[in-house]
């Protein structure tokens, strides 16, 4: 079964850096967009960046353009979020997803378990 796998979160000062990770299993992830959200406290879930399978683009929410970057290692079935710059409103629950089409249901949400990113003096 698909699993995603999240992991890196912690707390940082304002202006400091993380990496999360996402390990996916249960899929060919190499043919497969991957996505990051995220959720702070009382807010909806916002999707943050996303990788596409085949070209490597990516796509970003503007007010992470220039500070997060997504990429993948297609080897070792792994997402990555390389957050720099980090500002307290970057303080949420992030989450990895990917979307699968499956017979008979149609297009299939899977998220990991997520991973707490708290950015703090």
């Known amino acids: 079964q698909v699993q995603l796998v999240e992991s890196g979160g912690g707390l940082v000062q304002p202006g400091g850096s993380l990496r999360l990770s996402c390990a996916a299993s249960?899929?060919?992830?190499?043919?497969?967009?991957m996505n990051w959200y995220r959720q702070a406290s009382g807010k909806e879930r916002e999707l943050v960046a996303t990788?596409?399978?085949?070209?490597?683009?990516?796509i970003y929410t503007e007010s992470v353009k220039g500070r997060f970057t997504v990429f993948r290692d297609n080897a070792k079935n792994v997402v990555y979020l390389q957050m720099n710059s980090l500002k307290p409103e970057d303080t949420a629950l992030y989450y990895c997803?990917?979307?699968?089409?499956?017979?008979?249901?149609?297009?299939?949400?899977?998220w990991g378990q997520g991973t707490q990113v708290t950015v703090s003096s």
């Open positions: 997803n990917t979307k699968i089409y499956v017979v008979p249901e149609g297009l299939v949400d899977y």
């Open positions: 249960g899929f060919r992830f190499s043919n497969y967009a």
């Open positions: 990788i596409f399978s085949e070209s490597n683009y990516t």
